[in-house]
């Protein structure tokens, strides 16, 4: 759903906001890199289709694809890196406390176009080894707490060189479980709750999503078969622009062979446990691992106060999303 932004003022013209753009990407890349202890890697923008390698999102997203000369299977675009992290670090050798991070782009073509969705997704990828006593909630909290302040050092920087932009960031972190928001606003959708819990609180990380809640209900969607749904959760930071919640990251420690057989099971998914990469899984060849996405546009969009994901990247938009937009003074790139 379109959000109408009240009184939005541009506070970076086009060319000024390319600049800025660049800015905030090349200065969190650097920081969160040295935070986080995290070499960059090439990555690929599509895979071979029935490996399950690709991001399944909810299921019921579907991949561009595609066939190439001399190949005999299809070849499909991918949703996001979330699971061919996991081999690169093996076939690349990386040990306990090494890891890596990638530019990802994705064309998501189910998407529903609003102020923070578009069919192309840029994210800084990112998955780092680990043993499996740092498989506990702990070690979680500790590596959001990294990655906020990542953000946070970044919109330092932004501030201060377009001093016409202020800091919104909030680096004090509220941790609460899916269900525990559910049980704190039960009248209220899963959007509702996170609405209302980020302008309580600014910066918020729920955890433990993708299996049902006490209402039957998960709060978010969550493919089986990448993160431990005990494990994991969503960044939200609160964005007086748009006065909403805005998700900056996904990301959780992954399913190991006992969590990953019970939520196959739970989804109804075994079916995939005979798909080379679930095999490869199952048979402890991959490490195990803690990951997750940033949404580049996605920072981009808060940290220069823009109205819209379209003025801080480059993609297609229906008919009625550019009237819209054009109807509320936000000029697409």
């Known amino acids: 759903m379109k959000i109408r932004p009240q009184n939005y003022e541009k506070l970076l013209g086009v060319r000024e906001t390319e600049m ?80 890596i991070y990638t530019d990802m782009n994705a064309i998501r073509r189910d998407e529903e176009l609003d102020n923070l969705h578009s069919i192309y997704v840029d994210q800084w990828d990112w998955e780092r080894v680990i043993t499996g006593e740092l498989r506990n909630p702990d070690y979680l909290k500790s590596t959001v707490y990294d990655i906020v302040h990542a953000i946070k050092q970044t919109e330092v920087q932004v501030c201060s060189m ?62 089986p078969d990448y993160d431990d749904w005990n494990l994991n959760g969503d960044l939200l930071v609160y964005y007086p622009v748009l006065d909403t919640a805005v998700e900056l990251s996904s990301m959780g420690i992954r399913v190991n062979e006992r969590s990953l057989l019970r939520q196959l099971e739970q989804s109804g998914n075994m079916a995939r446990a005979s798909l080379p990469y679930h095999r490869a899984l199952l048979s402890g060849e991959l490490p195990l691992t803690v990951g997750g996405g940033i949404g580049q546009s996605r920072l981009c969009m808060v940290l220069l106060h823009k109205a819209h994901i379209g003025e801080v990247q480059a993609s297609i938009w229906d008919d009625a999303s550019v009237e819209w937009c054009a109807e509320n003074g936000i000029e697409l790139l």
């Open 162 to 223: 377009f001093d016409v932009l202020d800091p919104i960031i909030d680096e004090d972190v509220f941790f609460i479980t899916a269900e525990e928001l559910r049980q704190k606003y039960p009248h209220l959708s899963a959007k509702q709750r996170e609405n209302a819990i980020v302008r309580e609180h600014g910066t918020v990380f729920i955890m433990k999503i993708g299996a049902p809640l006490g209402d039957g209900i998960p709060h978010d969607g969550r493919a």
């Open 20 to 99: 800025a753009i660049k800015f905030v990407k090349d200065t969190f890349e650097r920081i969160f890199a040295d935070v986080m202890s995290l070499e960059r890697i090439s990555a690929p923008m599509f895979v071979e289709s029935g490996e399950g390698i690709n991001d399944d999102l909810n299921g019921v997203e579907r991949p561009v694809r595609f066939d190439i000369a001399g190949k005999a299977c299809e070849i499909e675009i991918v949703h996001s890196l979330a699971k061919w992290k996991r081999i690169a670090l093996e076939r690349y050798g990386y040990q306990p406390g090494e890891g």
